[in-house]
Structure formats: structure tokens, C-alpha cells
């Protein structure tokens, strides 16, 4: 497991045995207990964008959604 880099508690790293045929490239995060795996595809990056872009509207959108009157 070929770790690329590490960066804000985050170890960010792929397998080398991952797939057959084998996937698209990608990296796999781990930290803070949880974990993630993030395709590098064109369409991904715009989406991974678009989302950091818009943060706040989506955190604002989800909270008016799930409120319980809190």
C-alpha cells in the first residue's frame, strides 16, 4: 500500500493490488476514523469543486432541511 503523501492528519495512499480489471485512478484518504476514496476522473474534479465552492449553501440547505426546531 504505496502511501503518497500524508497532509493534515490525513494519509492519502492507493493499493497496489486494487481491481481487475483496474479502476480509474484514484487516491484512498484515511484519518479521524474515517475514510475516503476519491477518483481523479475530470468529472469528479468539477464535482469536488463545485461542492468546495459552495459549502456554506449546501451545510445551509441541509440544516433547513433536517432542522427539528433546535
Not at 29 to 34: A, D, L, M, P, W
Not at 36 to 57: D, Q, T, Y
Amino acid at each position: 500500500m504505496p502511501i503518497v503523501f500524508r497532509e493534515g492528519g490525513l494519509r492519502y495512499y492507493f493499493f497496489s493490488n486494487e481491481g481487475s480489471p483496474r479502476e480509474p485512478v484514484h487516491i484512498h484518504v484515511r484519518g479521524g476514523g474515517h475514510d475516503a476514496k476519491v477518483w481523479l476522473e475530470p468529472e469528479i474534479g468539477r464535482i469536488l469543486e463545485a461542492v468546495s465552492r459552495n459549502r456554506k449553501r449546501i451545510a445551509k440547505a441541509w440544516h433547513d432541511h433536517f432542522s427539528d426546531g433546535r
